[in-house]
């Protein structure tokens, strides 16, 4: 028989400043899970972070463990106002370090966003026009964030896959930035 023992840790016990001074990658981003008032998430979202930057890990280790912070102390809009309030507080290297933290997973949110509209405007148009070609799916994913969105919105007309190489011949003509 198979017998397993392990001490169980109950991290929404545990308080959050005992580990501020560990240097403990696990540690940084379990802070956000441990016993967190209401008021100091703020103050524990900055110290998290101030944590996995002073730590200088690789650039995926540091991705991912801003992103567990981000995902278990997700603040409102008004708590990240004062986030954003208390980061410009800290000493220039110190914010400039725990900024670039914030910069790179908000850069990867929005770049994941943005592939997630790609989708979604390439299966409206597969569904209004039929099956798009590879080169056709290929400029699509090449367009800008404001070229995608005026694709979404002229896409409502179109009823073959001739008017999307007339809408593309159309916006090649007019900026150049998307050719045929």
């Known amino acids: 028989m198979l017998e397993f023992r392990f001490t169980v840790i109950q991290l929404n016990r545990m308080k959050w400043r005992d580990f501020l001074r560990h240097d403990n990658p696990v540690a940084s981003a379990l802070m956000a899970k441990m016993g967190v008032a209401e008021h100091k998430r703020v103050q524990v ?31 409102t809009a008004q708590e990240e106002q004062q986030f954003q309030a208390a980061i410009k507080e800290l000493p220039q ?22 592939q997630h509209e790609r989708d979604l405007v390439l299966r409206l ?11 056709a799916r290929a400029r699509i994913e090449k367009l800008s964030r404001e070229k995608l969105e005026e694709l979404a919105l002229a896409q409502s007309a179109f009823s073959r896959p001739a008017d999307l190489t007339k809408w593309s011949r159309e916006c ?3 900026n150049g930035n998307y050719k045929d």
């Open 45 to 75: 979202k900055k110290e998290c972070l101030r944590m996995i930057a002073r730590l200088k890990l690789d650039p995926a280790k540091t991705q991912l463990l801003s992103g567990f912070v981000d995902i278990y102390l997700e603040l």
């Open 93 to 114: 290297k110190e914010r400039e370090e725990t900024m670039e933290i914030v910069t790179s997973w908000m850069r990867q949110g929005l770049q994941q966003e943005l």
């Open 125 to 135: 148009l597969e569904q209004r026009v039929g099956p798009l070609s590879a080169r």
């Open 172 to 174: 090649s003509t007019a």
